[in-house]
């Protein structure tokens, strides 16, 4: 059974930091996609960054560019977020996820919910002024 428990989730201040973790058991996470959504009440689920399974490139919504980065560890078998300057509009649901092995335009496919073929449970992620 493939699960995924993800973790580091807070409530923190406008300008901190978090690092959520994504250990994930049942399924060997190196040479596949790994990423991460988030969805704030009355939304719809954004993609906020994503790894191709060759580790080769990186993606990240516009929002979040230079403060959040993505990255897996395959010892460990385990994906993780670090979250930097956070900002009140940062606040959401964070959702990890993870695809099967990385498509030629992962660019312009990541952002599909659809790719994906596992979800974490959610972490709340909660930025104050």
């Known amino acids: 059974q493939v699960q995924l428990v993800e973790s580091g989730g807070d409530s923190v201040q406008t300008g901190g930091s978090l690092r959520l973790s994504c250990p994930v058991s049942?399924?060997?996470?190196?040479?596949?996609?790994v990423g991460w959504f988030r969805q704030a009440p009355g939304k719809e689920r954004e993609g906020v960054a994503a790894l191709s399974s060759s580790g080769r490139s990186t993606y990240y919504a516009d929002s979040v560019k230079g403060r959040f980065t993505i990255s897996r560890d395959s010892y460990k078998n385990t994906h993780s977020l670090e979250m930097y300057s956070l900002k009140p509009e940062d606040t959401a649901m964070y959702y990890c996820?993870?695809?099967?092995?990385?498509?030629?335009?992962?660019?312009?496919?990541?952002?599909?919910?659809?790719?994906?073929?596992?979800w974490g449970q959610g972490t709340q992620v909660t930025v104050s002024s």
């Open positions: 996820a993870i695809g099967f092995r990385s498509p030629d335009r992962l660019a312009s496919t990541w952002l599909r919910t659809d790719f994906w073929l596992y």
């Open positions: 049942g399924l060997t996470l190196s040479r596949l996609t």
